[in-house]
């Protein structure tokens, strides 16, 4: 990749795009996994030991 | 593939798989991204700006292929009534809409400096939009409606009709004039591209396609979570 040639700022701004947009979808999708997944085992724990 | 319609089963399968599914992803987008950055060579015509087309075209395959997904598991759910079928739909939503927004957006990106604008209402351009709008709605509807129940047959109608425009889209630079170039990798006769540009593209396709494999067991994991939560407050209000 020629950094230095005409339009390469397009390329940038096409991947930093691609990856600020997937980077926050796996995130976003991991730490609510994460998250729902600590609830229901907070909640069984209650569940089995009132 | 009946087996694991449980939710049980799923979790355990899932739990089981998701590592491997992540390692191959992150593999496959580094391999993918010093091909399309580096080992490509600039086009003749296009020169650096080529490059767009490793992270635009991938993102434009998935968006259809996400929302085929989508309506296959929504018609799934409409026979079968199985509520992992509509977990798996709603949990694809928003993956495939950040994929067709960054289609939409990266194919902006590469029409400003080789059409000269930003966007033109052609077909394939508009049709990919009205995709886009169709992913917004569809997510609309299981927010707009607390219920599940109530929320899921309007969902799967939604899903179902919507699929319509993927065909539209596919065939839309065959069917009417269109800025936009016809296909050239999946077209009867092979691929119209240099071997030299076709590998850093199809390996990007197949990284993208696990990294919504990994997001969707993810997504799907966190629904049933959500549904179990929903079901345990439920009983909580109904047994005070």
Redesign the interface.
């Known amino acids: ?2 950094w230095s ?4 700022g ?2 940038l ?3 930093a ?2 990856f600020v ?2 980077g926050g ?2 995130a976003f ?2 730490r ?2 994460r998250k ?2 600590r ?2 085992a907070k ?1 069984e724990h209650k569940r089995h030991d009132p | 593939m009946q087996q694991f319609a449980n939710p049980a089963r799923f979790l355990a399968f899932s739990n089981a798989i998701l590592p491997w599914c992540w390692a191959i992803t992150i593999g496959l987008l580094a391999a993918g991204l010093v091909l399309s950055l580096y080992t490509a060579p600039a086009d003749y015509q296009q020169g650096e700006t080529v490059r767009i087309m490793f992270v635009h075209v991938p993102a434009a395959w998935m968006a259809l292929f996400v929302y085929t997904v989508m309506a296959l598991a929504s018609g799934v759910a409409f026979v079968f009534r199985h509520p992992l079928a509509d977990a798996a739909a709603k949990a694809a939503a928003p993956i495939g809409a950040c994929f067709c927004f960054l289609a939409l957006a990266t194919g902006s990106i590469w029409g400003k400096p080789m059409w000269g604008t930003w966007w033109v209402w052609d077909a394939r351009l508009t049709s990919m939009f009205v995709l886009f709008l169709l992913y917004l709605g569809y997510m609309a509807v299981w927010q707009a409606l607390e219920e599940p129940h109530r929320a899921a047959p309007i969902a799967r109608i939604v899903a179902i009709a919507g699929f319509i425009n993927i065909p539209i889209i596919k065939f839309s630079v065959d069917w009417w004039n269109s800025l936009h170039q016809p296909a050239s990798v999946f077209r009867m006769g092979g691929p119209t591209i240099h071997s030299s540009l076709l590998w850093p593209l199809l390996i990007m396709g197949l990284a993208y396609t696990f990294l919504f494999l990994s997001l969707h067991l993810q997504a799907i994991r966190a629904e049933i979570a959500e549904r179990k939560l929903r079901q345990a407050r439920l009983a909580d209000i109904g047994g005070h």
């Open positions: 990749m020629d040639a005409p339009h390469s397009f390329v701004a096409s991947y795009l691609s947009v997937l979808l796996i999708t991991v609510r996994d729902l997944k609830d229901v909640l």
